[in-house]
């Protein structure tokens, strides 16, 4: 019915893409899996709420470069995610908004409005404590 009418459409989305897109959204998948600090937004095109936050996601991204977050910022969108990486990442619903370092989750954003002062408020609340290597 409708769920698989719906997979066949992202299937077709996931085809029609450009070498370049592909280029981008690859480098944005290894981005995920490699930074030691990114925050993850997972969104749909019929999601009402991401709808909502569509607008703060590139105020986000320039005030986490203006600040000393370290964090890297990954947006995707629901074609550009198959299964795997859902159930890998832990997106089960959107918008998913998640702190990752290395491909591991470090903590979900699960407090406070889905605003870019809210999330960087997440990131510059959320630094990772390093570790420290002792000299042998």
């Known amino acids: 019915g409708f769920f698989f009418l719906r997979l ?3 299937k077709r989305v996931m085809s029609t893409r ?3 897109q592909k280029v981008i959204l690859q480098r944005k998948l290894d981005l995920v899996a490699t930074s030691p600090r990114v925050l993850l937004i997972a969104t749909a095109p019929w999601c009402g709420h991401c709808k909502t936050m569509q607008d ?8 986490l470069k203006a ?3 370290n964090a890297d910022l990954v947006h995707l969108q629901q074609g550009d995610m198959d299964k795997s990486f859902m159930a890998k990442y832990k997106i089960g619903g959107f ?3 998640t702190l990752l370092s290395h491909g591991e989750e470090v903590r979900p954003f699960r407090v406070g409005k889905r605003t870019a002062e809210h999330m ?3 990131m510059m609340s959320t630094a990772i404590v390093p570790k420290i290597v002792l000299a042998k």
Request: glycine residues 0%; aromatic residues 4%; negative net charge.
């Open 8 to 10: 066949q459409l992202e």
């Open 18 to 20: 450009t070498d370049e």
């Open 56 to 63: 703060e996601i590139p105020k986000l991204a320039a005030n």
């Open 67 to 69: 600040t000393a977050t």
């Open 95 to 97: 918008p998913t908004i």
């Open 120 to 122: 960087l408020a997440f």
